[in-house]
């Protein structure tokens, strides 16, 4: 009968002498567990992931019992709330009136994480599945009276921030309206007077909305606090803007003199903005404009020529690749993750990498779907928004450096509700549901805007994941 050795050290030795014959090597867990040292191997375990430990719970009962008598679920379950979009997805689990009543009247063991890991995959591929397939639930709201056919907004994971031409912002509670239907209460945030014509929503509920006469205000959204106004140039309309890493860069387009600038400040203080560099280009306008920490990406154009910038977001003075495309006019720019993607009005959608300027994909629309386009994408769907409706296609391959030449990029299209007027055609997306925004005109004229319109604005939600499709 083995004996356990009292110092780890001696137990450490003899195992690895036992490694060294053949029959151990056959068995790991049998040979540390017959040492007296299972959680050696339950160690090892825990770095599988969910499919390879569910498959290794089946070699025999031995791996069975010890994955069962160990913590490997719960470690399991813990790597994957790592991704956002299964811890999105494990709330929804935990909110399920079965799981409160297993919770209330049992502790939390190797059954309920095992459990809770089965879900959330069984969740997640169904989730990939919707996309793929264009089964989504379309949703819209109740009408928000808005000013202008122009509507400028942005999102994060509670809050859906609306900026109209009065200055005034309309902000929409959106926590957890991803996974369930519910009413989203709305407040509005007022303090600024000029047309709000970009903005951006970071997580921290932080706000910055750019306008007409170079007016920049900051928000904090949660607090509905209004923190901080100035004025860039009076003579350009900040029309683009992103902000990270202690920096504001907004792009700004002149009518009167066809210039535009791009423009970085600091923002470490938001109390005490000072302004770093500034780079304008002559006869050119800005149509997109995208930043992490490594990169600030632009397009700039002229008629029809365009022209993808790339420059360094610590030194934005340095251009590290431009890449030059012809198009009739805008068809969407978005720019993340490293990965720029620029449509044509031929029905072209360029990918580059903005490492090494290098073009990885040129997707083909088919046919029918020519003319301007929106679109946005995230680690795995390209999605393309135009009067045909919206289009989803498979990113993830489509930047991939091994693409089989049978694989499928386009995964599906699908109508919408909306009529075929560009303004409607911008959109916001996450991981479970596009978000875009129908616009009807009434012909009235506001009186104390005049030649401005007032309209009435929709929110229409097309959500990937829902009671509905289970």
Not at 40 to 60: F, R, S, T
Not at 178 to 192: A, D, N
């Amino acid at each position: 009968m083995y004996e356990r050795p009292q110092s780890l050290k001696a137990c450490s030795c003899d195992i690895i002498s036992k490694f060294k014959t053949m029959e151990a090597l056959q068995d790991f867990v049998e040979l540390l567990t017959n040492s007296g040292v299972p959680e050696i191997a339950e160690q090892i375990l825990g770095y599988l992931d969910y499919k390879d430990l569910k498959n290794a719970e089946l070699v025999c009962k031995l791996w069975h019992d010890v994955i069962r008598n160990g913590r490997n679920w719960k470690r399991c379950l813990e790597k994957m709330l790592c991704n956002p979009t299964l811890k999105k997805l494990y709330s929804r689990y935990i909110n399920e009136p079965s799981t409160h009543q297993r919770i209330n009247v049992q502790i939390k063991d190797h059954i309920y994480f095992k459990a809770a890991c089965h879900t959330v995959m069984r969740y997640h591929q169904r989730l990939l599945y919707n996309w793929m397939s264009g089964a989504q639930q379309e949703e819209l709201s109740e009408g928000i009276n808005v000013f202008g056919k122009n509507v400028s907004f942005d999102m994060n994971s509670r809050y859906i921030v609306i900026g109209q031409m009065d200055g005034k912002i309309l902000v929409r509670n959106r926590e957890d309206a991803t996974l369930e239907h519910r009413h989203t209460p709305e407040f509005k945030l007022e303090g600024s007077q000029s047309e709000i014509r970009c903005m951006q929503l970071n997580e921290n509920n932080l706000l910055v909305c750019g306008g007409r006469r170079g007016v920049i205000t900051f928000w904090d959204v949660h607090l509905g606090k209004f923190l901080k106004r100035f004025t860039a140039n009076e003579t350009y309309n900040t029309d683009h803007l992103r902000f990270g890493n202690d920096l504001l860069i907004t792009g700004s387009n002149s009518q009167e003199t066809h210039q535009s600038r791009l423009t970085i400040w600091d923002i470490r203080n938001i109390s005490q903005i000072s302004h770093k560099d500034e780079i304008v280009f002559l006869e050119q306008s800005i149509f997109g404009l995208g930043m992490d920490e490594r990169f600030i990406v632009l397009l700039v154009g002229k008629e029809s020529i365009f022209e993808v910038q790339v420059r360094l977001t610590q030194d934005p003075l340095i251009l590290v690749h431009s890449m030059i495309f012809r198009s009739h006019a805008f068809c969407g720019f978005h720019y993340e993750d490293g990965f720029v993607a620029a449509g044509s009005y031929d029905g072209k959608i360029r990918i580059w990498d903005a490492e090494t300027g290098n073009c990885k994909r040129i997707l083909l629309r088919p046919s029918y779907d020519s003319g301007p386009i929106r679109l946005r994408f995230n680690s795995r769907f390209l999605v393309t928004n135009n009067a045909q409706g919206i289009s989803i296609w498979n990113f993830k391959e489509a930047v991939s450096n091994f693409l089989s030449p049978y694989t499928k990029l386009l995964y599906c299209s699908f109508q919408t509700r909306s009529g075929s007027q560009p303004e409607q055609w911008s959109f916001l997306m996450d991981d479970f549901e596009i978000i875009r925004f129908e616009h009807s005109l009434i012909t009235d004229l506001l009186p104390d805007l005049p030649g401005r319109h007032r309209g009435k604005s929709f929110v229409v939600r097309h959500h990937f994941l829902s009671q509905w499709f289970y």
